[in-house]
């Protein structure tokens, strides 16, 4: 390898290039995550798209080396790759809105627009920091026989950077600069590390001083909200983007691509219009409802309506993002003597407790999708195992309008645990149904229409549901933890919708 000095230069460079490639990465897939969702397609694509720009910089950025095999080359490509991404959080917020409406109304779906759009916004940085790994490779080089110990040591180092760029972005800085700031700090570390060209330190110190002027600016509004919303709150916690929209005198919680609405507050009003009406009157089909748990409980919409209309009844509420917990005390009303709020992962949190409860009520939904292991005999087993004698769970189901695959897969799954006959559906609207398993002999229909409340709304919501239980539907597989591919059957139910 070449002078110490001249090593350590290059090793830097490398390192330096390997963490912003991958920190870049994963703030690209949180960048489209209030547009397109956080699933897996999102995921791949940006995967996908990385590794393309790569392979191409890696191809031209040999032969570059070839044709200027000087330091100055090298970090001059490193700051362009460098004020490129610093400009990637700003362009992306007119570019994605645009896209998600075009793609949206094209019915081309989540795939393509990801893709679109994680190329358009991330490709050429990521292109010539490509470029950067050859490049060093070419300029360490003093002689064929060290080939392999140099080329080793600077793809070590690089892939170390990539290690730390990970962590750093996914750990630290998305959850507590969000993702604007990880955007311009892993550029400032590229603009930075040109400052080592003595060609061009001026014109590299200025854009430093840019970018970290960029980074002193105070955050804005990731995704404008709909046309007479108002964002009141917006949060990128270490699970998912939030935001908290004021329509017509209700609040409103948005997760990620803000395609349903996983949270409502109205003062003074606590029957919602919504499948949370539904979830909070089911653990009535119990036989004596006296403690309820709800996992996946947002920021506290089905706490908050069970506690009012029941005083008796003691509730568990397990979140596993504890930001959207805040926003429900400080924003949804969510806070009840009756109400002991936990924060953890639905299924490992009731692993851990021996406590029997009377209704489970089961919303753990990261829009579309909900966690496989939370759709598997073996969960459903765990259910019934912490239910009391005549209790029940209660699961929704969101769903693309006329598609119940979801519903027949999970209605197979709670059969082959509570019994062929114990299972029923409760058809909220096109958008959700909730499915009812009971652990008793008695009928949760009757048992609900039995219901007689102080409030006569109650009454009558109760009885309507009580009505409109059906047995569930027929079809579907038996999920387990071994094989539950739930994310490719939400995603062919929405590229069914889609084609249609």
Request: with cysteine; net charge negative.
């Amino acid at each position: 390898m070449k002078t110490t000095r001249h090593a350590k230069v290059l090793l830097l460079i490398v390192f330096v290039v390997g963490m912003a490639t991958l920190g870049a990465e994963i703030a690209a897939a949180r960048l489209l995550a209030p547009w397109f969702g956080a699933s897996t397609i999102v995921w791949a694509n940006t995967i996908a798209i990385v590794l393309v720009a790569l392979s191409i910089g890696y191809a031209i950025g040999g032969r570059y080396a070839d044709r200027h095999p000087h330091l100055d080359g090298l970090l001059r490509l490193v700051l362009i790759a460098g004020l490129l991404l610093a400009a990637v959080p700003y362009v992306a917020r007119p570019f994605l809105r645009a896209s998600a409406v075009a793609f949206s109304d094209m019915s081309l779906g989540i795939f393509v627009g990801s893709l679109v759009s994680v190329g358009a916004l991330v490709a050429v940085p990521l292109l010539l920091l490509g470029m950067v790994s050859p490049y060093a490779v070419r300029l360490a080089m003093d002689s064929v026989d060290e080939a392999g110990t140099t080329t080793g040591r600077l793809y070590a180092v690089g892939t170390v950077g990539s290690l730390v760029g990970t962590f750093a972005a996914s750990l630290l800085l998305i959850p507590y600069v969000g993702t604007r700031r990880t955007f311009l700090i892993f550029a400032c570390c590229l603009v930075l590390i040109s400052l080592l060209g003595a060609k061009r330190r001026v014109l590299s110190g200025l854009a430093a001083l840019l970018v970290l002027g960029l980074i002193a600016l105070p955050n804005q509004v990731t995704k404008t909200s709909a046309e007479g919303d108002r964002v009141i709150k917006e949060i990128e916690t270490e699970y998912q983007y939030a935001s908290v929209l004021r329509r017509q005198g209700r609040l409103l919680l948005e997760l990620n691509e803000g395609q349903a609405l996983h949270s409502v507050y109205t003062p003074d009003v606590y029957l919602n219009d919504g499948y949370w009406d539904h979830m909070a009157l089911l653990p009535l089909a119990a036989e004596q409802p006296r403690k309820v748990a709800i996992l996946g409980s947002a920021a506290g919409t089905t706490s908050r309506t069970i506690a009012h209309y029941f005083p008796d009844i003691t509730i568990d509420s397990v979140e596993i993002d504890p930001e959207l917990t805040k926003i429900g005390n400080e924003l949804f009303d969510a806070k009840s003597p009756q109400v002991r709020q936990y924060d953890g992962d639905a299924r490992p949190w009731l692993q851990a407790r021996d406590t029997k409860y009377d209704a489970i009520l089961v919303d753990a939904y990261r829009q579309p999708y909900i966690p496989f292991y939370l759709t598997t005999k073996e969960f459903f087993t765990l259910t019934k195992e912490r239910l009391a004698p005549g209790g029940i769970v209660a699961i929704n189901v969101g769903h693309p309008p006329g598609s119940n695959d979801l519903e027949k897969t999970l209605s197979a799954t709670l059969r082959s645990v509570f019994g062929k006959d114990r299972v029923f559906r409760d058809e909220v609207d096109e958008f959700s149904t909730m499915l009812l398993a009971t652990a008793s002999e008695a009928d949760p229909g009757a048992t609900l229409q039995s219901v007689e409340h102080p409030d006569p709304e109650v009454t009558a919501l109760a009885h309507q549901i009580g009505a409109g239980l059906a047995p569930a539907l027929k079809g579907g597989k038996v999920y387990t933890d071994d094989r539950a591919p739930v994310e490719w059957l939400i995603d062919a139910s929405f590229a069914d919708l889609a084609t249609k």
